[in-house]
């Protein structure tokens, strides 16, 4: 047999596995699913030598390949990294059970009660690209909420995502929990990415992570569902009204907490009436901590070593210690700019106008929009989810930081004493 | 210019319309939709005479191509039918508003405050077959919802469905709401549906309504997603312990309600410790209402008049006089059956033991599961969602009838006095 036909003979025996899995998850006991996972964070502990040892040989094979050392780093199982592991497993253990629960009933005139009731999607699929944690952190996720996952990791995580699909498989016996329900894929073929998402009737929903270019190729190939994330153009508009002291710090906070995470800050927006006073201040501040300042025409003067803005600054996520910064004559000149440059995940006013706040809380159709907080809060822990597999970008389903929540669905439950219809 | 690339230029036109005249629906005022809705109401009062005189064009059309009968009845728009409409226009017009409600919002320990707030998908894609009254019926969900809507309707009731859209603009103006909200595919070029199914930039989500065929083709083609209604085989399950002469009621609606709707009963399911006295009287009752029944081996001799059922008859959906019925021997053998055969659309069980009906009720994977109900209630109305657009047999967003909820999203908002992270 040769290898592509191997390959999708074992993408199709995953899907299968992965769907009868799924039937007894569906049933499963959340007090299972969470044992399952404290067993997990027992084996990573008890074996973190041989763990390492796998994890070595990715290390090894990436050196020798000559990646650089920011990847390599992101490949590592440090002692640290695998602390946060274990203590990842264990808050989500000991998350509430989200199967099961009903929402309030509401009782028809003719005495039938109509709720609804919370369960698992199904077989969802992990395309991921080099960190091994992923397969630790979405598998958790995933059984958490009663789904059973096939988990698809870069190549140059090969040893240590199998050997954390190794201890996963041992966590699952004697929970009474299927033995298929997280399976991690087994080869290096690049066609196994390809056949996976064509195995609509096997997987429900994929979630990838990594790069634009990854997720732009499953887009566009894919017959399953995606819960994805594309771009994190996030904006800050600094109103009229806003208390200029606490404008300046959330500016500071939603662009340098983290540069690199999709909810930085990417443009500024500033009310002309308070920009002669605010940008120049401002300007020191991004100065002291080395942003790079890209400015419009009336902000170019207000701001000391800043350069001029091009057309590409205000589409542009740069994900580095740049920001481009427009003065705007008002409210409606920001929500223009943000209609058309956002990518709709993101945005904040700072303003003690309440009425200027309440419209831009409305008006904005990003999956997040703030008052008075820096844009870098775009986090599922920090909304109180607990956790999160990934923000979306998606309008349907899922949308914003996705925990738990967002890997389940509702079906609607009717109970009745022989009610008939017509 | 040639037809395809008129149609081509036609369809991305009305996308691009519909994405402006969305931003504005977007922050329109609820009393504004509703009193289109009404305005709309009064035209096609006012307009009878005139809606009916475009629709007879179709009819002639209708009947000197052949149609047949029940097709040509589907395409009129009787009075009863206009009054319909316009009771339901009323009905939709008089709910409340779905958009910029907030959900219950919890302080996170920084004191921020995390909500959620619904708000309309954008633009809807409705691609129908020959009623007309979707035209109205569907535009009136989705303005009411803040979406806009590009109707496509079949060539059979194209006279009908201009008409309506005309009215439809008219109904909008003096509202404040934009010209385009709704727009009607004013072609027959059977390459707009193609055309549309492209508009990824344009259109947010896509309906399908009719027959199998045009679902299959446009779930294969349409780079949009979908909310979709596919098969409706439905079961219903009579428990050993089940109260028999509700059984029998139940049974008898499930099936004869209305034989050709998604709900309806295709496979009747008994247990083998009361199929002996119960059966009998169910044939006695079908054989009274003229339903055919398809029965397996233990079934047949206790139903005089069955004929035996074949593999087949488990799989389909008969939407007609037509019931397949199997003896089980347990929960577990029907919960087995149903996993195997269900649609995943509607199933219910019959009985009086609690613990039957809770696992029934938890394990059963489909969008509506029953206790004590016969399943012809899968209905947007019967659920008091006010008005349904159709039943979604996906997983992800809308699952079940659909509502104005299914017809919106949420977005985060996040309020704060400057905290800050990290």
Redesign the interface.
């Known amino acids: 047999m040769n290898t592509a036909s191997s390959t999708h003979t074992t993408m199709l025996e995953l899907g299968q596995q992965a769907r009868a899995a799924a039937?007894r998850l569906?049933?499963s006991s959340g007090a299972a699913r969470s044992a399952a996972l404290r067993a997990l964070a027992r084996l990573i502990d008890e074996q973190t030598a041989w763990l390492q040892a796998e994890n070595q040989r990715d290390l090894d094979a990436a050196a020798e390949k000559g990646l650089d050392a920011a990847l390599v780093e992101r490949l590592r199982l440090s002692d640290k990294a695998l602390q946060t592991m274990m203590q990842g497993l264990r808050q989500v253990a000991d998350m509430p059970d989200p199967i099961?629960s009903l929402s309030a009933a509401?009782v028809?005139p003719n005495g039938?009660r109509?709720a609804r009731?919370r369960?698992p999607?199904?077989v969802i699929g992990i395309i991921y690209e080099s960190r091994p944690n992923v397969t630790v952190d979405a598998a958790a996720l995933c059984l958490k909420s009663g789904n059973a996952t096939i988990l698809r990791g870069g190549s140059e995580a090969f040893h240590s995502n199998r050997a954390l699909g190794q201890l996963i498989r041992q966590s699952l016996q004697g929970t009474g929990l299927p033995e298929h329900a997280v399976q991690v894929v087994d080869t290096t073929d690049r066609a196994a990415v390809g056949e996976m998402v064509t195995l609509t009737e096997f997987i429900?929903?994929i979630i990838p992570r990594g790069g634009k270019s990854l997720i732009a190729r499953l887009a566009a190939e894919s017959k399953i569902?995606l819960i994805k994330h594309l771009d994190g153009n996030c904006h800050l508009y600094v109103d009229r009204a806003a208390?200029p002291d606490?404008a300046l710090?959330?500016a500071i906070?939603a662009k340098t907490?983290?540069c690199g995470i999709c909810g930085a800050m990417e443009t500024l927006l500033v009310h002309a009436d308070i920009a002669a006073q605010w940008l120049p201040q401002a300007a020191r501040r991004f100065a002291a901590v080395g942003v790079e300042l890209r400015a419009c025409e009336r902000a170019l003067p207000l701001m000391p070593g800043s350069r001029p803005a091009t057309e590409d600054d205000w589409a542009t996520e740069y994900l580095a210690p740049i920001l481009a910064v427009r003065v705007v004559d008002s409210l409606d000149e920001a929500l223009a700019h943000i209609?058309r440059y956002s990518s709709e995940h993101t945005e904040s006013i700072v303003t003690q106008d309440l009425a200027a706040?309440e419209r831009f809380?409305?008006?904005v159709?990003?999956?997040?929009?703030?008052?008075?907080?820096?844009t870098?809060?775009a986090d599922g822990y920090?909304?109180?989810l607990g956790a999160e597999i990934g923000i979306s970008t998606n309008?349907?389903?899922a949308?914003?930081?996705v925990g738990l929540e967002g890997l389940t669905?509702?079906?609607?439950?009717?109970?009745?004493?022989?009610?008939?219809?017509?």
Chains 1, 2 share one sequence.
């Open positions: 039937r569906r049933v099961g509401a028809r039938m109509v009731m369960v999607i199904g429900d929903v569902p208390q606490q710090d959330i906070n907490y983290r209609e706040a809380q409305r008006e159709d990003s999956s997040s929009v703030y008052v008075n907080l820096p870098c809060f920090e909304y109180g309008r349907l389903h949308r914003g930081p669905i509702e079906k609607w439950v009717l109970n009745g004493n022989g009610q008939l219809r017509g």
